[in-house]
């Protein structure tokens, strides 16, 4: 999808129409763009900007807040369509999705054709300013490049007659995974374009590479399928860039923390999964970052749980310095990340404690929040200056957007507006 948030926004939102905008986490002249819409980027605008730094650069450059489950309503709106072709479809992220297609081959034998079907379904049912890009090939890497060679509105396809005729005109770096780091490895073996690259040995790619990556990327620029696959979560981060009213008392920053360890819980909760790591930290103004990890005695699901942990080695380190409070005016942002999960159908239960039964209720709790709604039913801890973390949508995975799979079904909970924060979905 092109510029996809920003290009919500203008779908959504009539005077935000060939305007220069960019969609900011929150209000206030340090708010980062995270999106920015075709006429911002034509006046150079470009995502990381401070909005400050967007209105010196276009005076008439518009900030606009997120307003995440819209773009979740229309991303399920645009998956339902991909389905509506072809039941083998892979979502990427919020703004990216593959269809496979080497099961429908008697069935969509006019691929291009099929690519402007969708376009105008996307058009049609969504509506115009909501464009993409769409990238045809044997594999999906050469699929991605192809969405990037023309924007907005691309269809191009790559074949073995035409891909080099496009690769003579790029950098190394234009390749998608290809970063600097990338190209000074490939530059140590003497390739220094993409179309060298290409026709480099697998033996040559390999050992710049130091290893089978280079065996990948032999494959990928030949036509072979090498990404054709879905990975389970390694890690789930929550992290969020505070505000003043959120960093002017220990109360709201502990609201924010309660909330962030919510989030995971819930994500932990939809895939089944228990961890056994935990990571947090904390960044401030002028001052150095805090960060700590833990490993619990046993694997863990609960937020309550987490916030102990973090709570605990907080305390140890306000014990070493007691001037410095962890929690203070001065922060900027504060994460907490999980990882090393097991499945919860491998847990093994202590015979004498009753963590299953807090687990089951777990699971019950969730279960009514998706039927009755998100703030049905809610722990205590919740309702401690309940609002403080702001819905927020990355363009990474959108795993947690799906129920088991594509074809089961979404998850309700956030699809739904959330009553205390501003900018309801309406429309959608």
Not at 2 to 31: D, M, T, W
Not at 214 to 227: I, K, T
Not at 238 to 248: D, N, W
Request: aromatic share 10%.
């Amino acid at each position: 999808m092109n510029s996809y948030f920003a290009s919500c926004e203008q779908q959504l939102r009539e005077e935000l129409r060939h305007k220069p905008i960019g969609v900011c986490p929150y209000p206030g002249p340090n708010a980062v763009v995270i999106a920015a819409s075709k006429e911002a980027k034509k006046a150079g605008i470009r995502t990381g900007m401070q909005v400050s730094e967007c209105k010196a650069l276009c005076p008439g450059f518009v900030m606009v807040p997120t307003r995440p489950v819209a773009y979740r309503r229309i991303h399920v709106k645009i998956m339902n369509i991909l389905l509506s072709y072809c039941s083998d479809v892979i979502p990427k992220s919020i703004d990216e999705a593959v269809v496979d297609l080497t099961h429908y081959a008697y069935i969509h034998k006019d691929v291009i054709a099929l690519a402007k079907k969708i376009k105008k379904d996307i058009a049609e049912q969504i509506g115009s300013y909501v464009t993409c890009s769409i990238g045809i090939a044997a594999n999906v890497f050469l699929a991605k490049l192809a969405t990037e060679l023309q924007k907005p509105d691309g269809l191009i396809y790559l074949t073995p007659e035409n891909l080099d005729a496009y690769l003579a005109h790029m950098q190394l770096t234009d390749l998608p995974g290809i970063a600097r780091a990338n190209e000074r490895r490939l530059h140590r073996a003497g390739i220094t374009t993409p179309l060298q690259m290409r026709s480099a040995s697998e033996a040559l790619l390999r050992k710049a590479f130091g290893g089978v990556t280079g065996n990948y990327w032999y494959y990928r620029l030949h036509f072979g399928e090498v990404d054709l696959y879905t990975w389970e979560y390694k890690r789930m981060s929550a992290m969020r860039s505070l505000s003043a009213a959120t960093r002017s008392s220990r109360d709201a920053l502990m609201s924010m923390l309660v909330s962030l360890c919510t989030r995971l819980e819930q994500r932990m909760v939809k895939q089944d999964v228990f961890c056994r790591e935990i990571y947090f930290f904390a960044s401030y103004y002028n001052d150095a970052p805090w960060k700590t990890s833990v490993k619990p005695g046993q694997p863990l699901q609960d937020a309550l749980e987490m916030i102990r942990y973090i709570e605990l080695r907080m305390a140890e380190a306000e014990k070493q310095f007691p001037c410095k409070k962890i929690l203070r005016k001065n922060m900027m942002a504060m994460g907490v990340v999980i990882g090393d999960f097991i499945n919860a159908a491998h847990l093994q239960y202590n015979l004498f404690d009753n963590r299953m039964q807090k687990d089951k209720l777990r699971k019950v709790m969730y279960t009514i929040k998706d039927r009755y709604g998100k703030n049905s039913v809610r722990k205590a801890s919740e309702t401690i200056q309940a609002g403080q973390m702001k819905d927020a949508i990355g363009f990474g995975s959108v795993k947690d957007l799906y129920e088991s799979d594509v074809g089961s079904g979404f998850n309700a909970f956030l699809l739904e507006d959330d009553p205390e924060m501003a900018n309801p979905t309406e429309g959608f």
